[in-house]
């Protein structure tokens, strides 16, 4: 299946070939810390450098799944925190409900994910993202909304999270289930026109002589949340890509900390995982 990459955002790389303005990409993810790993730093400035000129709304809830996503749909409250960025400036709206986000944008694109102890569990993921899917497609303000799925990454080797339990304490367990999960999900809803596998990008990067050298070697920063330079870099790197089809191969781009090495190959897994998002691909270096 080769439904992970959004077909009307090529007109972005076509519109930037023929000298056109680049219109403004606005992407909500309904998320949790995974999401806020992913999107909130480093994928503006990557989209800047690209020429694409992005919004991004991050519906932030720690430990949220698409049951919890769902409860709060359905009740009411407010139990978000909406992180939006717009200029590369990021503003934080406490006690905000999903309602309100879905409604506060034209979002372009709209995101789903599962909390990461349940990424690999298929039968935990209904009937909350059918629901969420058609609550989400009820509220969007332009019918030309896209909808998409975020695949999370495996923990760390040694993670001491609790829910590493569910995949035998094994990473390469993890990441499997968690592919297949994705997969089945994402095939079960004509909604979902593509995903980001930022999990593959993840997995990729592990498996290249960048583990042996970086400090992190999984890229964490505690065992499953991603470290706060390399990681984070190489999930913005796997969003830009997945959401616009522009490589991140070769942008300048890069955060303090990193070296441009370390970035070539961030970049170059994120790539290797747009192109196969189902498998690592290794080495890419």
């Known amino acids: 299946m080769k439904k992970h990459i959004l077909s009307f ?8 070939a023929g000298g056109q303005e680049v219109r403004t990409l606005r992407v909500l993810a309904v998320g949790n810390s995974f999401s806020e790993d992913a999107v909130e730093q480093y994928l503006y400035e ?3 450098e690209a020429g694409v000129n992005l919004i991004i ?20 409250t407010g139990t978000f925190q909406y992180r939006k960025i717009i200029d590369g400036v990021k503003t934080n709206r406490p006690a905000t409900s999903l309602r309100y986000m879905l409604g506060d944008e034209p979002w372009d694109v709209i995101t789903f994910q599962q909390v990461s102890q349940e990424s690999g569990l298929p039968d935990t993921y209904e009937p909350y993202l059918s629901l969420l899917i058609g609550y989400a497609k009820a509220l969007a303000k332009v019918d030309t909304v896209h909808m998409g799925f975020h695949q999370t990454w495996a923990y760390a080797k040694d993670s001491s999270h609790g829910g590493f339990a569910n995949y035998d304490r094994s990473q390469p367990y993890m990441y499997a289930s968690i592919v297949a999960a994705v997969e089945k999900a994402v095939r079960s809803h004509d909604e ?27 890229f964490t920063r505690d065992g499953y949340h991603l470290d706060y330079v390399l ?5 913005a790197c796997t969003w830009l890509e997945a959401l616009t089809g522009i490589s991140p191969v070769g942008l300048s781009y890069r955060p303090d900390g990193l070296t ?8 170059k897994a994120a790539h290797a995982a747009i192109l196969v ?8 270096d």
Not at 9 to 16: D, E, K, S
Not at 57 to 75: E, I, K, M, P, V
Not at 231 to 235: L, V, W
Not at 277 to 284: Q, Y
């Open 46 to 48: 990557l989209g800047h």
């Open 231 to 235: 990681g984070r870099y190489i999930a």
């Open 9 to 16: 955002l090529f007109l972005l790389v076509a519109l930037a």
């Open 57 to 76: 709304g991050n519906g932030y809830r720690g430990g949220q799944s698409l049951a919890s996503h769902w409860r709060d749909a359905t009740t009411g």
């Open 260 to 267: 441009a090495g370390q970035a070539a190959l961030a970049q």
């Open 192 to 218: 979902l026109t593509f995903y980001i596998p930022t999990g593959t990008a993840v997995q990729n990067a592990r498996a290249t002589t960048l583990a042996e050298s970086y400090p992190s070697q999984d």
């Open 277 to 284: 998002p189902t498998m690592v691909t290794s080495p890419i």
